[in-house]
């Protein structure tokens, strides 16, 4: 009876008979190792410069046909000035620095964004219908951190109001304003 009468494992290392080589393709237990698909440096770079590339192909030519946001005019009329504006609590009226905005389409403009300086904004969801005159206290425009506009401040030099468009564009209105000598 054999010593050992367990067969051996395939995990066992065998010794490979001495007229076989290592390296021969046949039924040996030796791993081999799959050749792997390598780069070169100039396909490397090659293939990086086309990644940046095309998408910025792409998103010119996109601009080329389809144009910027204020290629779309807004049909609206902007003053800045004093009016008496309701006080909280219906208590009468206060006279504050105001921005009027009218809607001069015959269509609702919905979406209505205002900034002023373009950094203290006003958003308003509900749409402005034409003709529609509305009366926005300067006071309530703020920062994105939430800090209110406090009109003479600084100076409003600087007005954007976009909103959609019945076609679905965004349509822009920048008013520049000059620098009051009042500082």
Same mark, same amino acid.
């Given at each position: 009876?054999?010593?050992?009468?367990?067969?051996?494992?395939?995990?066992?290392?065998?010794?490979?008979?001495?007229?076989?080589?290592?390296?021969?393709?046949?039924?040996?237990?030796?791993?081999?190792?799959?050749?792997?698909? /390598?780069?070169?440096?100039?396909?490397?770079?090659?293939?990086?410069?086309?990644?940046?590339?095309?998408?910025?192909?792409?998103?010119?030519?996109?601009?080329?046909?389809?144009?910027?946001?204020?290629?779309?005019?807004?049909?609206?009329?902007?003053?800045?000035?004093?009016?008496?504006?309701?006080?909280?609590?219906?208590?009468?009226?206060?006279?504050?620095?105001?921005?009027?905005?009218?809607?001069?389409?015959?269509?609702?403009?919905?979406?209505?964004?205002?900034?002023?300086?373009?950094?203290?904004?006003?958003? /308003?969801?509900?749409?402005?219908?034409?003709?529609?005159?509305?009366?926005?206290?300067?006071?309530?425009?703020?920062?994105?951190?939430?800090? /209110?506009?406090?009109?003479?401040?600084?100076?409003?030099?600087?007005?954007?109001?976009?909103?959609?468009?019945?076609?679905? /564009?965004?349509?822009?209105?920048?008013?520049?304003?000059?620098?009051?000598?009042?500082?």
């Amino acid at each position: 009876m054999p010593d050992n009468p367990l067969p051996p494992s395939p995990s066992d290392p065998s010794p490979l008979p001495a007229d076989q080589p290592a390296n021969t393709v046949g039924n040996s237990d030796v791993a081999r190792l799959a050749p792997t698909p /390598r780069l070169s440096a100039q396909l490397l770079t090659t293939l990086l410069v086309l990644t940046c590339l095309i998408p910025l192909i792409v998103l010119s030519g996109y601009a080329a046909f389809f144009g910027k946001a204020r290629d779309a005019s807004l049909e609206v009329e902007v003053l800045v000035g004093r009016e008496p504006v309701e006080a909280v609590g219906g208590q009468g009226a206060i006279l504050t620095d105001v921005i009027v905005l009218r809607n001069l389409t015959d269509h609702e403009l919905p979406n209505l964004t205002i900034d002023l300086n373009s950094q203290y904004y006003l958003h /308003r969801q509900t749409p402005v219908q034409p003709g529609e005159r509305l009366v926005f206290p300067q006071q309530i425009f703020a920062t994105k951190s939430n800090q /209110r506009w406090v009109p003479g401040r600084y100076a409003l030099t600087k007005i954007s109001v976009t909103a959609k468009l019945p076609n679905g /564009r965004r349509g822009v209105k920048i008013i520049s304003l000059p620098e009051s000598d009042d500082d």
